[in-house]
């Protein structure tokens, strides 16, 4: 339930507030209106550039499920009420990409880099003599895998991690080789996690006070 309670904030900072700083850079061409003594032409925009969105959950079944729920509610009634150019926002619907469960892989976590531009990735995770270790399907998601990637030219700018350990073993302590070689192998200018453990509402507010730092462009 505390979930939903927060559902209302949560689209205004941590999608309608970052929409409307990309919009201003996104390469759109939009058509003015035309006015005469009789007609009103409106002309829909011409799009340069469609937003992506990467929702990611590795157990379906686990708590940390509800954060990736929670979020993609957010873009999905962002849709439904801003997200329609025939409408009076004339704003372009942002496109969501979702791996659940066996669709969860490294593979698929590196095609939301190339494509997509954030991802967030609600799963398990802990802290080993290694580092962090987030669970995906294929294998943990860790130092040692991104190891192994060729560069990735991609347009994801932000990666979330609502994970726990996914960027230290907690006390204050952060592990940046990961933060360090995501940014390394991509395009990637922010990662966010968490440094020990979390629960749903930890997650859920630490979106909310992140805010506009989350833009899309």
């Known amino acids: 339930m505390l979930l939903w309670e927060y559902k209302s904030k949560l689209m205004v900072v941590y999608v309608i507030l970052p929409l409307m700083v990309v919009s201003s850079a996104l390469p759109t061409i939009i058509h003015p209106y035309y006015h005469d003594n009789t007609q009103s032409l409106r002309r829909i925009p011409t799009l340069g550039y469609a937003a992506m969105v990467g929702l990611m959950s590795s157990d379906s079944k686990s708590e940390s499920h509800y954060v990736h729920e929670a979020v993609k509610e957010v873009f999905e009634k962002y849709n439904e009420y801003y997200g329609n150019y025939y409408g009076p926002s004339y704003n372009w619907p942002i496109g969501i990409s979702c791996a659940t469960d066996g669709a969860a892989t490294l593979g698929i976590f590196k095609d939301f880099l190339k494509y997509t531009d954030r991802v967030h990735i609600a799963a398990h995770g802990r802290y080993s003599t ?19 990637w060729n560069k990735i030219d991609g347009k994801c700018l932000l990666v979330f991690f609502s994970v726990c350990h996914s960027l230290g073993k907690g006390d204050g ?4 080789p990961l933060v360090d070689k995501i940014k390394y192998k991509s395009n990637v200018r922010i990662v966010i996690g968490y440094s020990g453990e979390v629960d749903v509402i930890g997650a859920t507010f630490l979106q909310y006070t992140f805010g506009g730092n989350t833009s899309l462009g």
């Open 130 to 148: 290694r580092g962090p270790q987030i669970t995906l399907h294929d294998g943990p998601l860790n130092t040692q895998a991104i190891d192994k």
């Open 173 to 176: 302590d952060i592990y940046y």
